[in-house]
């Protein structure tokens, strides 16, 4: 009878049309009978539903494709490594008990090689767990979709604990949403965007109110065939979140059936052919007259202003996802962190921005010949845009060299965010400031509000942090007797930087190939203009 039941199971297997299933089913969930504008999911619903967690903190999602390997995102692993990711299987809530629930760790990941941060192509990550986990009505291996699937004009199921909007987080107690959202073809949504390949596939209402968002990247986008659900895509990003005719971008799963079989070579997950019913996507699509633009949103996405109790204090730059780099003089007379907030910005489709306050979790201090700089934890990472790149190498900016410093607009409300560019050119230091940290400008008009302004210079195509202004509280910001604006340099302080920043290596662009200049380089690719939400 045993055998009589092995045989007759391999038998149905290879019967399921451009099926390469592994013997032990996919795609089941036995009790199934807010992404943006979703609904709770009942519990079991989804059981190959996975969450990250690094540092305690759900980051993204992930499904769970056999015993021992899950599918997500590549970029959810900017610094290119899952050492201190833990993995839950069987999660309903982020807050609740969660008795059907198991976790584990992850002993490896494997990215595509082909994934491209600026592009985001190929945007598709491979988890191996720590150890195998058995399967009951909660957890459940998901079915992929097979090399040469169709997806016409069909309804998705994409799952996940992200935000419910930009910068706007899922409500206690944090119970995983449900969406259906229909697809877009490429052609279309290529309107959108620009630039999406056959890698991709895209999902939207086009009236918006319905989508995936930050925190969801990596997570699954289902439909069912029969009795099995099989996975199309993987959260990967968009532009905003539910914004109408902005739909948001999958990286398409049968795309890449190969990849996954040359890396998993026991156990394989089950790959199953999806043919559609649905009506075809129209190939000739007519965009509007004036193509996608990459407008800017913010000249300066990676600024930050800094307040105690609601007032604008000084500003900094966002060094990582978890970090704003500021002068030590910002926090002088100051104990603890209460009061104190970041507050950045998001930017928005008609290229306005709007501000996001984070609240500051802690300030950790170097100081040099009585001077220096202050790095701000913020309570939770912000991902949205990536960072300044910071000189930690000491780059040769000789006198003479055209510059310029970003400081507080004071004459706009804290609501808009708004700063001012201001163009400088760096001079000797006068005597009195001639130190082994300064570098000096000419003279500049800077205000109190101004402390922690920074120095950039352009080094090829990019622009670096070379300098942060620092002035002591009550202070002349500008002496008369002074024919310069002194700046302390950032060179000096590498290892308090990579001391600190190393604790969180999500923000590394990876560590084993470190180097000072990449240390907290997500580069800004040139600008971008369109601040992409990677979810």
Not at 81 to 99: C, D, F, H, K
Not at 143 to 160: I, K, Q, R
Not at 506 to 532: M, N, Q, R
Request: glycine letters at 8%; proline letters at 7%.
């Amino acid at each position: 009878m045993k055998m009589f039941w092995t045989l007759s199971l391999v038998l149905v297997t290879l019967l399921i049309k451009g099926s390469d299933c592994q013997s032990l089913a996919c795609g089941s969930a036995p009790l199934n009978s807010k992404i943006v504008g979703g609904d709770n999911a009942s519990v079991g619903a989804w059981p190959w539903q996975v969450s990250l967690h690094e540092d305690g903190s759900h980051f993204c999602g992930g499904s769970l494709i056999n015993d021992q390997w899950v599918l997500t995102a590549a970029h959810c692993f900017p610094g290119g490594n899952a050492m201190n990711i833990t993995v839950y299987l069987g999660r309903q809530s982020q807050e609740l008990p969660n008795p059907n629930e198991l976790s584990r760790m992850v002993s490896q990941l494997v990215l595509h090689p082909g994934y491209d941060r600026q592009s985001h192509n190929n945007d598709m990550a491979l988890l191996h767990l720590s150890s195998p986990v058995s399967f009951t009505d909660y957890i459940q291996p998901v079915c992929l979709a097979a090399e040469g699937s169709v997806f016409n004009s069909d309804s998705m199921w994409v799952t996940g604990w992200g935000t419910i909007n930009s910068g706007v987080p899922l409500p206690s107690p944090q119970i995983l949403q449900e969406v259906t959202v229909p697809l877009v073809g490429n052609s279309k949504c290529n309107c959108s965007y620009g630039y999406i390949t056959d890698n991709m596939m895209c999902a939207g209402l086009p009236e918006g109110g319905k989508d995936s968002c930050q925190g969801d990247s990596g997570g699954p986008m289902v439909i069912r065939q029969g009795s099995s659900w099989i996975q199309a895509g993987v959260v990967s990003f968009g532009r905003g979140c539910a914004l109408p005719d902005i739909p948001g971008v999958y990286a398409r799963v049968s795309q890449y059936q190969r990849w996954i079989s040359g890396i998993i070579r026991n156990n394989m997950p089950g790959f199953v052919s999806f043919e559609s019913t649905s009506p075809p996507q129209p190939e000739n699509v007519n965009c509007p007259s004036t193509p996608p633009t990459l407008c800017q949103g913010s000249s300066w996405p990676w600024m930050a202003i800094l307040t105690h109790n609601g007032n604008p204090t000084c500003v900094g730059t966002l060094a990582s996802d978890r970090f704003i780099m500021t002068s030590a003089s910002c926090f002088s007379g100051f104990t603890g962190t209460n009061g104190w907030t970041a507050t950045l910005s998001i930017a928005q489709l008609d290229c306005s921005s709007s501000p996001l306050p984070i609240d500051v979790a802690k300030v950790i201090f170097d100081n040099i010949f009585g001077n220096g700089i202050a790095l701000v934890e913020l309570s939770e990472p912000f991902a949205l845009v990536g960072n300044v790149p910071i000189d930690l190498i000491d780059l040769e900016f000789a006198p003479g060299t055209q510059c310029s410093v970003v400081g507080w607009n004071s004459g706009a409300a804290l609501s808009e965010l708004s700063f001012l560019e201001v163009q400088t050119t760096i001079v000797h230091c006068d005597p009195s400031d001639s130190t082994p940290i300064n570098i000096c400008t000419e003279r500049l008009p800077v205000q109190q509000h101004d402390n922690g302004s920074p120095l950039l210079c352009r080094m090829n195509d990019m622009l670096v942090q070379i300098g942060i202004l620092s002035i002591a509280p009550d202070s002349h910001t500008n002496p008369q007797s002074s024919s310069s604006t002194v700046f302390i340099k950032t060179s000096p302080f590498n290892s308090f930087l990579y001391d600190v920043l190393s604790d969180h290596q999500s923000i590394l662009d990876g560590a084993e190939s470190f180097s000072p200049l990449s240390l907290t380089c997500i580069l800004l690719l040139s600008f971008p203009a369109v601040l992409l939400a990677l979810y």
